[in-house]
């Protein structure tokens, strides 16, 4: 009882710290808002340039040279046809046009023979933005010419359907959900990092910073159990990391309620359960990363080199996002047990709307509190070592 009491009592001096730190309150406010405004920006810009693919304004050079082609251009739904710029490579080398499209003046007399009639797009493949735009432009040149095709088939009392001997049919057997839980995936990682950097500056400076003020070694002098001196900080920066998640939560469901999902042709359909779940994946994880910031602090000198440590440490959750980015860990409920990587498969798993079994939520839990425990202890018995206290 004596030993809650010390806990609570270091857990309480932690958190009145830090609450008076200006540093740490910035870097849980920054912490919490990185998510969502990257999240916003990044799925936004991508729904704009799906948008700017659908209503496209096509300069073409040579409209003279083929009538019927442009007529039909013009009937196709989004597409407006202006007059073409003086110089067509050079304005799209400086950004002028996305994409221009050229017609040769033979355009007509190849036509009448049946031959393939040039045309030439001009774009940087280099440009992103412009890809969507360029892509539609080949596309309707690739249907212009395959509906001519079957039209000179069938002048000549052919069937079009010989020229194709095989006939592609596309079965999507994905749902919608899975769909947005592909483009979802990027959301775990970014939780992850708000669990890192939320209590980061609380646990640095509560043993890093401490050590180089030389405020530890009176508050060493102190009877209070080593354990309870780990216990407490640990816990003051879990308070901090769990504040930075929850705040990231509310910021980021708010953006996403916002991106126009329909323009990437995805149906946003995220519950309030689903996000409840994660939020019951990445709380218990904060205790982890919590006591691993605390762990490696308490090696460091100074504050400086407490951040030098960290800045390499990061990489460590951080990895199994990146990679679940491009490699999807959904469908891997065994790695349950795996620290960090766990989180990330049962997340995708979660928005991907077949959540895993509460079996595997808590084999989660339990492996992320063991470890936890495990790295507070293993701090308590450095803060015995007189090379720790007393070395600077």
């Known amino acids: 009882m004596r030993t809650l009491t010390l806990v609570w009592a270091i857990f309480r001096k932690e958190l009145i710290d830090g609450a008076r730190d200006r540093r740490a309150l910035t870097s849980l406010v920054f912490s919490a808002m990185i998510a969502p405004i990257l999240f916003g920006i990044m799925f936004t810009v991508a729904a704009e340039r799906r948008k700017s693919a659908d209503e496209i304004v096509l300069p073409v050079d040579g409209v003279e040279y083929a009538p019927a082609f442009v007529d039909w251009l013009t009937q196709q739904s989004g597409v407006v046809i202006v007059a073409p710029p003086a110089d067509a490579e050079k304005a799209v080398s400086s950004r002028a046009e996305d994409v221009v499209l050229i017609i040769d003046k033979d355009f007509a007399k190849n036509m009448s023979r049946a031959v393939p009639a040039p045309v030439k797009l001009v774009s940087d493949v280099t440009r992103d933005s412009a890809r969507p735009k360029v892509s539609r432009v080949r596309n309707l040149v690739a249907t212009y010419s395959s509906q001519t095709s079957a039209l000179r088939l069938i ?53 890093a910073g401490e ?96 951040q030098t ?71 308590a018995r450095l803060l015995r070592r007189e090379a720790i206290v007393f070395g600077r």
């Open 309 to 379: 440590y960290l800045g390499m440490l990061m990489m460590l959750p951080m990895l199994p996002g990146l990679l679940s980015t491009m490699y999807p860990l959904g469908g891997r409920p065994w790695l349950a047990p795996v620290p960090v990587l766990g989180q990330y498969a049962l997340s995708a798993d979660v928005l991907g709307g077949t959540p895993p079994d509460v079996l595997f939520y808590a084999m989660a839990g339990v492996s992320v509190l063991a470890c936890a425990l495990l790295l507070v202890w293993l701090t």
């Open 211 to 306: 050590r180089e003020r030389g405020s530890l070694e009176p508050l060493l002098l102190n009877p209070v159990p080593r354990g309870a001196l780990a216990a407490g900080k640990w816990l003051a920066s879990s308070a901090f990391g769990c504040g930075a998640v929850l705040f990231s939560m509310l910021l980021t469901v708010n953006v996403m309620r916002r991106v126009p999902w329909h323009d990437l042709g995805i149906r946003f359909r995220v519950t309030d359960g689903e996000l409840m779940s994660l939020l019951v994946l990445i709380l218990p994880l904060v205790l982890f990363l919590s006591a691993l910031v605390l762990f490696a602090s308490t090696f460091a000198r100074s504050f400086k080199e407490a």
């Open 155 to 207: 002048a000549r009392g052919v069937a079009p359907s010989v020229a194709s001997a095989v006939r592609i049919e596309e079965v999507e057997v994905s749902s919608s959900q899975q769909r947005l839980a592909q483009q979802l995936s990027i959301l775990p990682l970014l939780l992850v990092i708000a669990a890192l950097t939320g209590g980061m500056q609380i646990a640095i400076d509560s043993t």
